[in-house]
């Protein structure tokens, strides 16, 4: 051997053939810790494998056929028991040690590189740890207990094509293919790569972390499924149940195909009952389950982008919290949750989120263009909200309710209650270029309203009633008398005013020695009603004099500005004379401190 150390599973090919081999040495006579295996590998005859010299059963396959059961295939000649420690050395599919019927109990299992077990059939059970660097199958009847860890995250595969497959203690593997059969324990399952085609019902979580491949059949019962790489759920009309508090948890990229959906399925573990019918989701019955959701988590994709009629995730709570991507395929949402994420749409036709039942918190980004409707559930607002250029929430039926936080609005954007009241909370903010569409009914603001933003004008706009509480507040910034220079508030329907308003100057405006009349609120009906004043009215500055009026109740709201130091003629007063008050923007008639300034277009005579 020179230098060479032998490492435990070392094997060593020491006859090959092209044709069959039979036979079995009737001697051997190797280094201590080595035993003799036949015909396990493709053009193999015989190997020397090295299992330490310990008291570790090693399948030799000395009688042949590949069978666990079969005692002459045992480094001694006797079927491992209870205590045991099994080495498998054995090729990879067709060369799979094959346990078919038996049940059987081990100390621990080694199946090293490019070595495989097939557990088809009867029952092994390990009571100890487990060394995966090759693949251990579980098909046909088969089922296999691991109690203890699985360590193969290096280059272990495991398969499972039927059976159960139970994982009582941490497990983690490179490849999980599961396309039929299932999955169950208590243990977490950590692995890089899978293909999910069938039932999972550990009670631990299932953590990828590379490429998840999401196939027909694949269901989850109780615990998580974590996706932190790529996940891909294929089109064709089927879906992933997830059944009595099983979670979804999407932290990398999930692509959701046309027509492909999550539902919530029965306590049975069972996705549905009675015939399937897959071109009608809503005449299957999926039955009833608790808790169960999918989460697409901070920094979580995902991708919807189908054109389609829409994905559906029946009876299972939705909570966003990174980015969906809705291109033109449509999303429906049925059992409630939290939308706190980013909401993109870069499709022309549909790709609209549907809120169609249950409780939702709505907070975060619509961005551009995207479509958020309210289509039969209970919406709430509790975080700040943007509605992007263009981005439309809309309420069709159902409910939309404003708790607290924010809420911007972008150029083109609209939020539209369906005739419902919508009430601005105290402390919340509603500002920007949008409009706030709620028909007859009425906005009530507790908070503030500040069209366009903070020192930046714009024009807000509500189709419907507005209400200004006592504890409410318009915000209104001042750059000029040119249409955009300041902000407005534009009302379709009637104004009741009170609260506060707070002007400020912005982009280098001030009022001068000239009255500057700057409209704040208009209507675009004369036949709809302006009534109220406010309790306050903050001016911009301490050197400005202001005046407000309203023309005959209906509007617009006007605000004369001028210096403070300048007193403008502007002939309110219910006569000519110069000393009245109210025929002066200050109030009073001019002192020896103050410039009297009489614009041209003063009543024809004063005395």
């Known amino acids: 051997f020179g230098s060479y150390a032998p490492t435990v599973a070392d094997f060593i090919p020491a006859v090959k053939a092209t044709g069959t081999a039979s036979g079995t040495f009737s001697s051997v006579a190797a280094p201590g810790g080595f035993v003799t295996g036949y015909n396990l590998a493709a053009g193999e005859s015989a190997r020397l494998i ?27 000649g006797i079927l491992p028991g209870a205590g045991d420690s099994v080495l498998i050395s054995s090729g990879s599919n067709s060369f799979a040690v094959n346990h078919a019927s038996g049940n059987d109990t081990i100390g621990s299992l080694s199946i090293f590189s490019n070595n495989s077990l097939n557990i088809s059939g009867g029952s092994l059970s390990v009571t100890g740890s487990s060394l995966l660097d090759g693949s251990l199958f579980v098909s046909g009847s088969g089922a296999a207990t691991l109690s203890g860890p699985l360590t193969g995250a290096t280059s272990g595969t495991i398969d499972v094509s039927g059976g159960t497959l139970t994982l009582n203690g941490g ?3 490179k490849t999980l293919l599961l396309s039929g059969g299932k999955i169950d324990g208590t243990g977490s399952i950590s692995v890089t790569d899978m293909t999910w085609g069938s039932h999972v019902t550990s009670t631990s979580a299932l953590d990828v972390a590379g490429i998840l491949t999401i196939n027909p059949g694949a269901a989850r019962s109780s615990g998580a499924v974590n996706s932190r790489g790529s996940a891909n759920l294929a089109s064709s009309y089927f879906g992933v149940p997830l059944s009595d508090g ?22 049975s573990g069972t996705p549905f009952s009675g015939a399937f019918d897959p071109s009608n989701y809503f005449a299957n019955n999926f039955g009833e389950a608790t808790g169960a959701r999918f989460v697409n988590q901070a920094g ?44 993109n749409r870069s499709g022309i036709n549909f790709g609209g989120l549907f809120l169609q039942g249950g409780s939702f918190n709505l907070s975060g980004n619509l961005s551009n263009n995207a479509l958020l409707y309210v289509d039969g559930a209970s919406a709430n607002i509790v975080g700040n909200l943007y509605l992007g250029t263009n981005a439309t929430l809309q309420t069709n039926s159902g409910t939309l309710g404003w708790a607290s936080g924010n809420m911007a609005l972008g150029s083109g954007s609209q939020l539209t209650t369906n005739g419902g009241n919508l009430s601005i909370p105290s402390a919340s903010t509603l500002s920007g270029t949008g409009s706030i569409n709620v028909a007859t009914g009425t906005l009530l603001n507790n908070g503030i309203i500040q069209p366009g933003g903070a020192s930046s004008a714009g024009t807000l706009n509500l189709i419907g009633n507005l209400t200004m509480g006592s504890g409410g507040v318009l915000v209104m910034d001042l750059g000029g008398t040119s249409a955009g220079q300041s902000d407005l508030l534009n009302v379709s329907g009637d104004v009741v005013l009170g609260g506060t308003l707070d002007t400020k100057y912005i982009n280098g405006f001030v009022a001068g020695s000239t009255a500057t009349n700057i409209n704040l609120i208009t209507s675009s009906s004369l036949a709809n009603s302006m009534t109220g004043s406010f309790a306050t009215i903050n001016a911009p500055d301490a050197n400005t004099n202001y005046t407000a009026s309203t023309s005959a109740g ?24 110069w000393s009245t008050g109210s025929n002066w923007s200050l109030g009073y008639a001019p002192t020896s401190a103050q410039t009297s300034y009489i614009p041209d277009t003063a009543s024809p005579y004063l005395s």
């Open 300 to 343: 979580g994709i995902f991708n919807r982008r189908d054109y389609a009629s829409g994905s559906v995730f029946y009876g299972l709570a939705f909570d966003n919290f990174g980015t969906l991507n809705m291109g033109q395929g449509e999303l429906g949402l049925r059992a409630g949750g939290t939308l706190a994420g980013t909401v």
């Open 246 to 267: 099983a979670v979804f948890n999407n932290y990398g990229t999930l692509n959701i195909g046309t027509n492909a959906e999550f539902w919530q399925g029965s306590t």
């Open 554 to 577: 209906t509007g617009p709201y006007v605000l004369s500005l001028s210096d403070s130091s300048t007193n403008t003629w502007i002939g309110n007063g219910s006569d000519n004379n």
């Open 50 to 76: 090295y299992n330490g010299g310990s008291s570790t059963k090693t399948f030799t396959n000395s009688v042949g056929g590949l069978n666990w059961s079969t005692p002459g295939n045992w480094s001694d």
């Open 171 to 173: 497990s983690s593997a």
